[in-house]
């Protein structure tokens, strides 16, 4: 079985296991510290992946895989889960006593993720997946006495649910068409022959499914409310962990399992794309409330993604997967800024950014460091993404997708620098007061920001790194 290859996810459950049990031997006015325990204890996890990924190879009977796609992919989705907690610390602390619950549900969240994105069987990659969504569901509606919080879980479980439910279906058509759930054995199944309409019907409940995990137009419906109601450092790790692991399920398994079939995804997804960021842009275009705002955004970046779906090559992928990486790393920063002018304020009002620059020069500085990543300004490295993205798409002759993608960065450029202007050019309540430190905060802030320079002055490693996992699917 090769336990060995297992050792992160190990030690991401004894991480999880070891925050419940502390939670009971601490008092409710000790509690925040466990949310320091959850990030020093993912330094363990962090280095075995590192270490493990020395040495690919199959485990669990061949049901998961280390290469570097999950290598990439576990690193990202631990980076997101400490950026994620330390603004939680002193969110938590002012609203909910289930702390130590709260840093576990995370803990068990990014583990299904971890396992998500090693998956290459069916049956593994959904149990990966359900135990992921499970505690999303969970979390989404984790502060009890706030009617959003509780109506974002509710929406978020039902649509969820559904959403799993089309998904498995699919899957139970794709192993009735094939026989088998391995994506190597289905692999080679659809390459001996034309699949029957059975397949197809299958390939197309795969893409609702995996849709509304990845926020895609027509299966988005869920984001605006959820994101809104959710505790803001639960909107964070929707926004980007769910994302990262669904696209990189998506990857592995059409890339691997549906490769016979390219003559027919990659033009859907190319479709979708196309109306996925549209649809996000000019959505995000009138919302008044910054949680609303960024879940339209994140629609239209899942949108850009998508385009590195539109063609089943290397060069694509890899641009797709530095993509990911400068999403990851922009929104988290841009989140950890909400999560403190929502502590601050007691409001995600567009209205209430009025200002902050003055009241807070730092974070607000940060933010609009953020914005303009997402805006695709050099020297940040959301510009470099989206250049290698749109030309690694252009080099495949999808010349109308570049252009239709460019024209909605474009778009996308006034909602980011609405917020930009408010901090800046609008005046701050008569009254204002300058807002309190947050430590913990501040370090997840800084880690962003210098994430955003250092990936855009100096790109050429992320890159590579990008294209040694996007080896792993399209070897040419």
């Not at 290859?5 to 991401?12: K, N, S, T």
């Not at 583990?111 to 992921?132: K, Q, W």
């Not at 250049?387 to 980011?416: C, E, K, Q």
Request: with cysteine.
């Amino acid at each position: 079985m090769n336990f060995y290859l297992l050792l992160p996810e190990v030690a991401m459950a004894v991480l999880a296991l070891v925050l419940v049990v502390a939670d009971l031997f601490t008092s409710d006015k000790a509690k925040s510290w466990l949310g320091y325990l959850a990030v020093i204890g993912l330094i363990i996890p962090t280095i075995l992946v590192a270490v493990v990924g020395q040495t690919p190879g199959q485990s669990f009977f061949g049901t998961l895989t280390v290469d570097p796609l999950s290598v990439v992919f576990q690193w990202l989705l631990l980076l997101s889960a400490a950026l994620v907690i330390l603004p939680s610390i002193d969110y938590m602390r002012r609203r909910s006593r289930y702390q130590g619950e709260y840093y576990a549900l995370i803990i068990f969240a990014t583990l299904g993720g971890m396992l998500l994105v090693s998956s290459t069987e069916l049956i593994t990659l959904f149990v990966s997946l359900e135990l992921m969504s499970i505690c999303l569901y969970i979390m989404a509606g984790f502060i009890k006495g706030d009617h959003h919080s509780s109506e974002a879980g509710m929406k978020y479980l039902l649509l969820g649910a559904v959403s799993s439910a089309v998904l498995l279906y699919g899957l139970a058509l794709l192993y009735g068409t094939t026989g088998t759930t391995t994506l190597v054995g289905i692999h080679d199944a659809l390459a001996k022959s034309s699949p029957p309409a059975i397949g197809m019907l299958g390939l197309a409940l795969l893409i609702a499914g995996f849709g509304f995990k990845i926020a895609i137009v027509p299966f988005q419906m869920w984001i605006p409310d959820v994101y809104q109601g959710a505790p803001t450092p639960v909107t964070s790790f929707l926004s980007v962990a769910s994302k990262l692991a669904g696209f990189a399920v998506v990857l592995r398994v059409f890339g691997v399992g549906l490769q016979p079939l390219e003559a027919y995804w990659p033009s859907i997804f190319a479709v979708l794309a196309v109306i996925t960021m549209t649809v996000g842009n000019v959505a995000a275009l009138r919302q008044t409330n910054i949680k609303r705002m960024m879940g339209y955004s994140s629609i239209g970046q899942a949108g850009y993604a998508l385009a590195g779906l539109a063609a089943a090559s290397r060069t694509t992928a890899t641009g797709l997967l530095f993509f990911l990486i400068a999403y990851a790393i922009t929104n988290l920063g841009v989140f950890a800024a909400i999560v403190y002018f929502s502590n601050r304020l007691g409001s995600d009002e567009l209205a209430d950014y009025n200002g902050l620059s003055k009241r807070s020069p730092v974070m607000g500085l940060a933010l609009a460091v953020c914005l303009l990543s997402l805006v695709g300004m050099p020297p940040m490295v959301g510009f470099w993404s989206k250049v290698y993205l749109f030309l690694s798409v252009f080099d495949v002759g999808l010349v109308w997708l570049v252009i239709i993608g460019l024209l909605n960065s474009a778009l996308a450029a006034y909602y980011y620098l609405k917020v930009v202007h408010a901090m800046y050019l609008k005046p701050a309540v008569a009254d204002g007061k300058p807002l309190g430190a947050d430590p913990p905060l501040a370090l997840a802030m800084l880690v962003a920001v210098i994430g955003i320079f250092v990936s855009g002055l100096v790109p050429g490693p992320f890159i590579q790194l990008a294209s040694q996992a996007a080896g792993v699917i399209f070897p040419q």
